[in-house]
């Protein structure tokens, strides 16, 4: 099944697809850096990741980082709706040469992010390094999902986001992961 949503502000205007799968994604957000981590994370989470953007990047890259977070945490709390028959938590542990990095998942229904990581250097070529966390914030309050970030080991920072959004993307894919009971993975039965 795709899901699609289209949204539209004085800043940005964004259109995105996602569907489970390993078929082939097209981004473009207008900043570079973040279509390739968005790429990386459509491959790793087994998504086919569509993706274009307007946005005010003449301005700078945060508000088409932030709003891409918000319409991807959407379509993710929609694509884990019905969660019966999920796993409902996932956690990955991803290397990036020196740089080793862990996220736990829980599409729990509630939205927290614990984010762990501070960045060797302010920037990767023109991309804020502190813009990581927003998109992530964004996504998981969105989504609705409960997720724990840590940056374990740091080095290059290009390597240590690189190695935080595989990490993301794995643990999301568990997490989505058919069980095998078929049931709310909730002893309250209720997500």
Do not use: W
């Amino acid at each position: 099944m795709i899901y699609k949503m289209t949204r539209e502000t004085g800043e940005t205007k964004i259109s995105i697809s996602i569907e489970k799968g390993t078929g082939p994604s097209s981004i473009d957000t207008g900043v570079g850096f973040l279509d390739h981590m968005l790429d990386l994370f459509a491959f790793h989470g087994h998504f086919i990741l569509n993706c274009t953007v307007d946005g005010d990047v003449m301005v700078d890259d945060h508000h088409t980082v932030e709003d891409v977070g918000i319409v991807l945490g959407l379509l993710l709390s929609e694509m884990s709706a019905d969660k019966a028959g999920i796993t409902r938590y996932g956690h990955a542990y991803v290397p990036m040469d020196e740089t080793l990095s862990r996220t736990v998942t829980d599409v729990s229904g509630r939205p927290y992010l614990s984010f762990g990581a501070r960045f060797s250097t302010e920037k990767v070529g023109t991309f804020d390094t502190e813009l990581v966390e927003e998109f992530f914030r964004a996504l998981v309050i969105n989504a609705r999902y409960t997720v724990h970030i840590d940056l374990i080991r740091g080095g290059n920072s290009h390597h240590e986001i690189e190695s935080i959004f595989k990490s993301f993307a794995q643990s999301v894919r568990i997490a989505l992961s058919p069980s095998q009971s078929g049931r709310v993975p909730s002893s309250k039965g209720v997500l």
